[in-house]
Each structure stands twice: as structure tokens, then as C-alpha cells.
């Protein structure tokens, strides 16, 4: 008679692509009657597929008759001829350490497992899968679970069949099937005594909702929840492609130079923060925009249980808003608005935006005295150039034609009148008191202030390179010069700055 159960289990590991030839499977082992059929069911598979198996039991420590399952799933390793593992852990113990549930301890403790007892078992280039028992009516339990608490698609999608090296080969059978199964090939099996308790909210979903969904509700619910589940992975699938797309086109990594702190990473987290494009995102769907965050959110913080909607939500507001706007968020994130612009900062660093006086310790990078002819390179601000040229200069006199005076226009190269330099020119990051001349009435402006009125990011203020002279400075590269420094009828000798590429520079 046709094994209906095992093609179609079969059938879902080829459709997955759970195993391949040479693989090392690693199989998770209570002594229940899941892990018991999906043990059978592997080794059944070994005559069709070449592979090496063997199991794993983790005994959690915590019911007086779980040595008894650890007998148990030995004695069938045995039988089979299967190498067999035990590990034992301290569920509660870590639980209480590290704050979490009984029931995610347990899930920590049995992959740590899985994968030290692999790390010592596998062989070079030999990879190696997890293979764990969940079934359809788990997967609709999870669904549930999910919905209940409150989720998104990625959450009602539930469990998936693979994740990682994880493969869950049982996870398209129904409990009633698995049964079926084990009582066909008369398999004994042990039954976890919590399982039939309902302190677990699971365990409630489990003996009360779905048993209620199938028989009053619908016939072959569980069923259907598990075709549901399937579409809304693909689905989740589809949009994480459109995301990282987005992510590509609007988010930015901050650079070393653009922000100052204590630590550059924490364990989960990138490195200093994001620069997102707010205004471009935002003509994005908003369904688009608010995915694009929680990507960008769970680059930041460790832990994606401590985002919640409402994070998303003040996000999203967030960057609807005018002006200058700040948001405080889990683990210490800042978020900050500015022009346009969408910051995500860790909570131990800082925009370069407290500025060094002229006798302070320089903090926005190396300040470089020029004496030209010479050229400066400054990694990410380019190659800058200084050549001096006089009146005699053939190169002067294409520049300039005659007493016109038509000064051309070029945006990475600029002319300067090089006597009218009073003190020692340098090439630095700004200063608190920087300011420059902006009309031909010699009328001054900050440079903290002229930033502001042309929407330069704070973020980007700090580590932009300057030509000053003392306190005035005479350009900021990609903008504008200081009036006072313009070449004029007068000029006898003039300094030509030019920038090659960087963040400010093009090839002139």
C-alpha cells in the first residue's frame, strides 16, 4: 500500500530544498510523538537521499520525568542505529538571568545546542542542517498566537519551513496525520506532561480554539491556516525584496567622520547610525515607508520584541513634520529631523556639532597649513590643489580677460586674492566665531548661520573641510567664497584652490 504520509513529506523537503546529498541532519529529539515521526520518516529518507543523521536530545531540566525521555530517545537511536547526543541545560536558571520566558529559554538553549554539538560532529565542507518537529497544527497555533498579541504578515505567516540551517520536514502534516502514522508503524512515543496543561497560552490555543474552529466552525481549518500561512510568506518574501530595495535608494550607513562617541558597535546593532531620506521616502506607499523604518529599526536595536507599532508610527509622523525635530527611542536611539533628513543615532554618540574655539583641540579632523604650491589629500573631502599665480602667469592671463575681470564660474575651483591673507592659511573643519564676508559692503555672516539658511545637515557641518584665514573663513568647498577675498583690479597675486573628487569635490 502507497505511504501517503511519507511522499508527502518527501515532496515538501524537495519543494523546500531541505536536504541535499552529503548533508549532516541533526535531528531534534523530545521522545514525542512529533520528533519520533520525523525521525522515522528521515531515516526512511537516507535510502532515497545520501546523508549522515543523527540526534539530538536536550533535556531542559525542569520535569522530574524527563530522564525518562532522554532514555527513551537513546533507546530508539539505538535501535535505528542512529548516533545520539544528550545535552543537558538550565532552563529556569537562564531564564531568570537573562529575563526572559521558560518557554523562549527553552528555544535559546535548544538551538545553542544544536549548533555546539555541530560545530564538534560536522566535517570540513560538510553542511549541516537542524531538523525540528513542528507540524501544520504548530503552525497554526503560532498564526494564532500571533494574531492574538498582535502582529504583522511576517508573524501570521507563522512558522516557515526553513530558516537559516533550521529545516522543519514535518511542518505540512497534521497532527491527526502524525498519529495516524505512528500507529501504522506502530512507533511508541512519550508524552510531555505540560503539554496537557493549560498554563501555556499555547497550550490553550491548542486544546480549546482550534479544536472549537474545527469542529463548530469549519472542517479542515487548520488546513486552510496553513495555505494562508504559505501565501503571506511569499507575500513577506516579495515586500522584503521591495524593502531592502528602498533601503538601498533612501538609507545610509553614518561614517566614522560624521559623528563623535565611545563605541563604534554593540552586539545586533550597526555601526553609528542611519541617514534616511525622509523627504524621498516618503513619496514611497505608506505601507513601504513604515516597513523601510522597522528595517532601519531593527538595525539598531538588539532585540525586535522592544519595537512595537507605535514606534513606527511616532517614526513615521516624524518625518512629516517641518524644522529641526527630535525622537527618544528604545535602547537609547535618538531620532533627529532635519531638512529633509532622517537621522537614527545610537544613544552613546553624537553629531559632530560642538564646535572646537581657535584655541581648542580641533575635533572635526586634521588641520593642514598651506603654503602653495601644494596639494592636500583628506579622505572622503578629495584632493585639493593649491597653485599661486601672478601677473606674469600665461595661466593668469587665460583666466582673466584683460580689465574685464570675467572671473569664471566654477564650482570646485576657486580664485582668491592670496595678499589679502592676513594670517596663516589653513585647511581645517570649522570652529565656534568662523564667519565670512557676504556682499561688497563687507557685511559678515556666521558660517554656523549661513549652514543653517542653506539646509546643510547638522550631521554634516562638523566634518567639513574649511579654507580660513584666522577666524574668517575664506570658502566652503561645494558653496560659496568670502566676498572679502573676491579678485579685483588690484589683485597682484592669485591663489587657485582646486578639489578632485570626495564627498564636496568634482575632477574640474
Not at 502524525?178 to 508503524?185: H, M, T
Not at 528602498?246 to 553614518?254: K, N, R, S
Not at 528604545?330 to 531620532?335: C, N
Not at 573631502?381 to 570675467?406: H, P, V
Request: proline share 3%; with cysteine; charged share 25%.
Amino acid at each position: 500500500m502507497e505511504d501517503i504520509t511519507y511522499n508527502k513529506v518527501r515532496k515538501f523537503i524537495k519543494k523546500h530544498h531541505m536536504i541535499a546529498a552529503g548533508d549532516l541532519v541533526a535531528v531534534g529529539v523530545s521522545g514525542g510523538a512529533d520528533s519520533v515521526c520525523l525521525l522515522h520518516l528521515l531515516c526512511r529518507l537516507q535510502q532515497e537521499i545520501p546523508y549522515r543523521l543523527l540526534v539530538i536530545h536536550v533535556n531542559h531540566l525542569v520535569r522530574e520525568d524527563a530522564a525518562q525521555d532522554a532514555a527513551y530517545a537513546e533507546h530508539l537511536c539505538e535501535q535505528m542505529g542512529i548516533p545520539y547526543f544528550l545535552k543537558e541545560v538550565d532552563m529556569k536558571g537562564y531564564a531568570a538571568d537573562h529575563k526572559l520566558s521558560l518557554e523562549e529559554a527553552g528555544r535559546i538553549l535548544r538551538y545553542q545546542a544544536f549548533e555546539e554539538i555541530l560545530a564538534d560532529q560536522a566535517k570540513a565542507n560538510e553542511t549541516y542542517k537542524i531538523a525540528v518537529a513542528h507540524n501544520a497544527n504548530d503552525r497554526a497555533e503560532t498564526m494564532l498566537f500571533h494574531i492574538f498579541r498582535g502582529s504583522g504578515i511576517r508573524g501570521i505567516g507563522s512558522i516557515q519551513p526553513v530558516r537559516g540551517a533550521v529545516i522543519r520536514p514535518v511542518l505540512c502534516l497534521e497532527r491527526k496525520e502524525i498519529e495516524a502514522y505512528l500507529q501504522r508503524y506502530k512507533l511508541a512515543y512519550c508524552t510531555d506532561s505540560t503539554n496537557e496543561k493549560d498554563a501555556y497560552t499555547r497550550n490553550k490555543i491548542r486544546h480549546h480554539i482550534l479544536p472549537y474552529a474545527e469542529q463548530e466552525i469549519c472542517q479542515g481549518a487548520v488546513a486552510h491556516m496553513n495555505e494562508l500561512a504559505g501565501i503571506l510568506s511569499d507575500t513577506e518574501e516579495y515586500l522584503e525584496q521591495q524593502t531592502r530595495r528602498l533601503c538601498d535608494a533612501y538609507v545610509e550607513v553614518l561614517e566614522d567622520d560624521e559623528v563623535t562617541g565611545m563605541s563604534r558597535q554593540n552586539p545586533g546593532m550597526i555601526g553609528y547610525g542611519l541617514r534616511i531620506q525622509a523627504d524621498q521616502l516618503l513619496s514611497e506607499h505608506p505601507i513601504m515607508v513604515s516597513r523601510v523604518l522597522l528595517y532601519c529599526m531593527e538595525q539598531m536595536i538588539p532585540h525586535r520584541k522592544d519595537i512595537t507599532g507605535q514606534h513606527i508610527a511616532d517614526l513615521a509622523e516624524l518625518m512629516k513634520k517641518d524644522g529641526s525635530k527630535e525622537l527618544s527611542l528604545p535602547w537609547g536611539v535618538r531620532a533627529h529631523k532635519e531638512y529633509g533628513i532622517l537621522y537614527l543615532i545610537r544613544g552613546d554618540i553624537r553629531l559632530r556639532e560642538e564646535l572646537p574655539t581657535a584655541g581648542q583641540v580641533q575635533m572635526g579632523g586634521a588641520v593642514y597649513e598651506i603654503k602653495p604650491p601644494t596639494e592636500v589629500h583628506i579622505p572622503d573631502a578629495g584632493d585639493f590643489e593649491f597653485t599661486l599665480l601672478d601677473q606674469a602667469s600665461g595661466l593668469y592671463r587665460q583666466i582673466f580677460c584683460n580689465k574685464e575681470q570675467n572671473i569664471p564660474e566654477n564650482r570646485y575651483t576657486k580664485w582668491f586674492d592670496y595678499d589679502k591673507i592676513t594670517t596663516t592659511l589653513l585647511l581645517r573643519t570649522r570652529r565656534q566665531g568662523d564667519y565670512l564676508t557676504i556682499d561688497t559692503s563687507l557685511c559678515t555672516k556666521s558660517v554656523k548661520q549661513y549652514m543653517i539658511n542653506e539646509k546643510i545637515p547638522k550631521i554634516q557641518r562638523g566634518s567639513m573641510y574649511l579654507l580660513a584665514d584666522g577666524a574668517h573663513v575664506m570658502w566652503i568647498p561645494g558653496y560659496r567664497i568670502s566676498q572679502y577675498y573676491k579678485v579685483d583690479e588690484s589683485t597682484k597675486r592669485i591663489l587657485q584652490v582646486s578639489i578632485r573628487g570626495g564627498r564636496n569635490g568634482r575632477t574640474s
